[in-house]
């Protein structure tokens, strides 16, 4: 089971630290990825994270004001957002996968198999 947190409404150019944190049976290793899914929009991959943490990618879009890390405790995962955007205004979902790395080419949805709620990311101009 997977549990999304930190989400919110704020002002642009604020930031925003998202959490995610399973519980539960979970598989010995895994890749965590966040989602994000705007009203009347597909989902898309936003970062992605290995086990170890020595891993990570972003997408384009939001490169540069992303950071994806693994907490002490390593089954939580946190999503650092800067300089946030109204078109960053999304619900964020973290998934996860027991495929390797450096097997997922895409980070596609299809490519995660557990999924969180959801946290709302709303950001005002």
């Known amino acids: 089971q997977l549990a999304e947190s930190g989400g919110g409404l704020v002002q642009a150019g604020a930031s925003l630290r998202l959490s995610c944190v399973a519980s539960?049976?979970?598989?010995?290793?895994?890749?965590v990825g966040w989602f994000r899914q705007a009203p009347g929009k597909e989902r898309e991959f936003v970062a992605a994270i290995s086990w170890s943490g020595g891993s990570t990618r972003y997408a384009d879009a939001m490169k540069g004001r992303l950071t994806v890390s693994r907490g002490s405790a390593q089954n939580t995962v946190y999503l650092q957002m800067n300089n946030l955007k109204p078109e960053d205004t999304a619900v964020y979902y973290c998934?996860?996968?027991?495929?390797?790395?450096?097997?997922?080419?895409?980070?596609?949805?299809?490519?995660?198999?557990?999924w969180g709620q959801g946290t709302q990311v709303t950001v005002s101009s």
């Open positions: 539960g049976r979970t598989p010995s290793y895994y890749v």
């Open positions: 998934a996860a996968t027991s495929r390797a790395y450096g097997n997922i080419r895409d980070h596609a949805p299809s490519d995660y198999t557990w």
